[in-house]
């Protein structure tokens, strides 16, 4: 009988876009429970060894977040396996992508902090992303029973649609008010 979660995490069972060696050894990092979910999150040790190169190892990582000087999301995180995500920034920057709602109330976005209008010129769902695709809505529709679908035009000029839930704003019309990657994300 088990007891409780799996605390181990095989290296041939990680997600596979970690992009571990097969032959690395035998076990990865288990993300820690936390805002995103196991399969769509980067442990901070990963992130700090694998991706940026600032240590070689597992103690030199560790070394380096009991020191403090990681921080996600304004917060120090000293976790090695704290699960960072899409959304999730380092200590230099400023803002957050996040979805707009038109309510003022408690509806959450997928981070999970509330979104608010501060400013009267934000309209909602003005230009958006969609996993590295950049565009502007030509149209919405909600059938009845189903999810809502947006239909974007990205800077080539070809259409796709994809669901509310998969749309962030990061901009006004056609100008972004975020830097995006070279080539505007096609």
Same mark, same amino acid.
Request: hydrophobic share 35%; with cysteine; proline share 6%.
């Given at each position: 009988?088990?007891?409780?979660?799996?605390?181990?995490?095989?290296?041939?069972?990680?997600?596979?876009?970690?992009?571990?060696?097969?032959?690395?050894? &035998? %076990?990865?990092?288990? $993300?820690?429970?936390? /805002?995103?979910?196991?399969? @769509?999150?980067?442990?901070? =040790?990963?992130?700090?060894?694998?991706?940026?190169?600032?240590?070689?190892?597992?103690?030199?990582?560790?070394?380096?977040?009991?020191?403090?000087?990681?921080?996600?999301?304004?917060?120090?995180?000293?976790?090695?396996?704290?699960?960072?995500?899409?959304?999730?920034?380092?200590?230099?920057?400023?803002?957050?992508?996040?979805?707009?709602?038109?309510?003022?109330?408690?509806?959450? &976005? %997928?981070?999970?902090? $509330?979104?608010?209008? /501060?400013?009267?010129?934000? @309209?909602?769902?003005?230009? =958006?992303?969609?996993?590295?695709?950049?565009?502007?809505?030509?149209?919405?529709?909600?059938?009845?029973?189903?999810?809502?679908?947006?239909?974007?035009?990205?800077?080539?000029?070809?259409?796709?649609?994809?669901?509310?839930?998969?749309?962030?704003?990061?901009?006004?019309?056609?100008?972004?008010?975020?830097?995006?990657?070279?080539?505007?994300?096609?």
């Amino acid at each position: 009988m088990a007891r409780g979660l799996k605390k181990h995490l095989k290296r041939l069972n990680a997600p596979k876009h970690w992009m571990l060696d097969k032959l690395g050894g &035998a %076990f990865a990092p288990k $993300p820690s429970s936390g /805002p995103h979910k196991e399969r @769509e999150c980067l442990p901070l =040790i990963l992130i700090l060894r694998n991706k940026l190169k600032y240590a070689l190892t597992y103690r030199e990582v560790i070394a380096i977040l009991m020191q403090r000087h990681v921080m996600v999301d304004g917060k120090v995180r000293t976790d090695k396996t704290h699960p960072s995500g899409f959304m999730d920034v380092d200590e230099e920057g400023k803002f957050k992508l996040s979805r707009s709602a038109v309510s003022n109330f408690g509806r959450r &976005a %997928f981070h999970g902090h $509330p979104i608010r209008y /501060p400013d009267c010129l934000i @309209e909602a769902n003005d230009t =958006i992303e969609n996993t590295g695709r950049v565009g502007v809505i030509k149209n919405r529709e909600k059938p009845k029973g189903s999810f809502e679908s947006i239909h974007i035009q990205d800077a080539t000029g070809h259409e796709f649609a994809t669901c509310m839930v998969n749309v962030f704003t990061i901009g006004k019309g056609m100008k972004p008010w975020v830097s995006l990657p070279k080539g505007k994300g096609y």
